[in-house]
T-cell receptor, first 114, second 114 residues
Framework: AQSVAQPEDQVNVAEGNPLTVKCTYS??????LFWYVQYPNRGLQFLLK????DNLVKGSYGFEAEFNKSQTSFHLKKPSALVSDSALYFC????????????WGAGTKLIIKP | ETGVTQTPRHLVMGMTNKKSLKCEQH?????MYWYKQSAKKPLELMFV???????ENNSVPSRFSPECPNSSHLFLHLHTLQPEDSALYLC?????????????FGPGTRLTVT
C-alpha cells in the first residue's frame, strides 16, 4: 500500500539552529513529492516540490528538501530556523503514474524557541 | 493569500440542521477538492471535481453532498451530521488533476457538530 510517514509528531529547535523535518514514503512507481506548511487557523500553503532532476529542491521562506531515492526519503531542511517557522508541516506524495490522489503524512509540529 | 476563499470560517450546527460550506477560487484552475482535516491525522480527500464533473467520491457518507456549479465555485451541503464529523474542512484547487501541479488551499471552515 502507498503511504507517507512523518516519524516525529513534534520537532523542537532553537532559533538560529538548523532544522530537519523527516518524511519517508512508499509508492509503487516514481514519485512526485511535496511539502506544505500550515500556520495556526490557516489552510495549507505550498512550500516546495520534487518532480525530476536535481535531488535538492529549494522552496519558499528559505526551506529546501532533498530527494533520496535509495532511502525513499524527502526531508525538509532549513539552515537557520526562525521563530516564525513554527507551524505544522505536511509531506505528500503522488505516484507519477497515478491520478490526482495525494498520499499525505500526518504532519509534524515544528516549534522554534527563541 | 492563496486565491482560494471559504465561508463561513466557523460553523456550529446541530445534528438535525442543514448547512452549506462555500469555496471560491480566483486562480483560473480547473480542479477543485474537498478535504477533511482531523487532529494528528493525514488529510482525508472527500471529493474531487475536474471541469465541474465529479471524478472522485472517496466513500464519503451521503450526509455530505458536494456541488460544483462552475469551475470557480464549490459547495459542500451538510445534513444530519454526527459529532464525529466535527473537523476542519478544507477546499483546494489546482490547475488540473493530471499533472504535477501543487494544490492551493483555502483557510478552511471549522465545523462543530453538537
Amino acid at each position: 500500500a502507498q503511504s507517507v510517514a512523518q516519524p516525529e509528531d513534534q520537532v523542537n529547535v532553537a532559533e538560529g539552529n538548523p532544522l530537519t523535518v523527516k518524511c519517508t514514503y512508499s509508492v509503487s512507481g516514481n514519485p512526485y513529492l511535496f511539502w506544505y506548511v500550515q500556520y495556526p487557523n490557516r489552510g495549507l500553503q505550498f512550500l516546495l516540490k520534487y518532480i525530476t532532476g536535481d535531488n535538492l529542491v529549494k522552496g519558499s521562506y528559505g526551506f529546501e528538501a532533498e530527494f533520496n531515492k535509495s532511502q525513499t526519503s524527502f526531508h525538509l531542511k532549513k539552515p537557520s530556523a526562525l521563530v516564525s517557522d513554527s507551524a505544522l508541516y505536511f509531506c505528500a506524495v503522488r505516484d507519477k503514474n497515478s491520478n490526482y490522489q495525494l498520499i499525505w503524512g500526518a504532519g509534524t509540529k515544528l516549534i522554534i524557541k527563541p | 493569500e492563496t486565491g482560494v476563499t471559504q465561508t463561513p470560517r466557523h460553523l456550529v450546527m446541530g445534528m438535525t440542521n442543514k448547512k452549506s460550506l462555500k469555496c471560491e477560487q480566483h486562480l483560473g484552475h480547473n480542479a477543485m477538492y474537498w478535504y477533511k482535516q482531523s487532529a494528528k491525522k493525514p488529510l482525508e480527500l472527500m471529493f474531487v471535481y475536474s471541469l465541474e464533473e465529479r471524478v472522485e467520491n472517496n466513500s464519503v457518507p451521503s450526509r455530505f453532498s458536494p456541488e460544483c456549479p462552475n469551475s470557480s465555485h464549490l459547495f459542500l451541503h451538510l445534513h444530519t451530521l454526527q459529532p464525529e464529523d466535527s473537523a476542519l474542512y478544507l477546499c483546494a484547487s489546482s490547475q488540473d488533476t493530471y499533472s504535477d501541479h501543487e494544490q492551493y488551499f483555502g483557510p478552511g471552515t471549522r465545523l462543530t457538530v453538537t
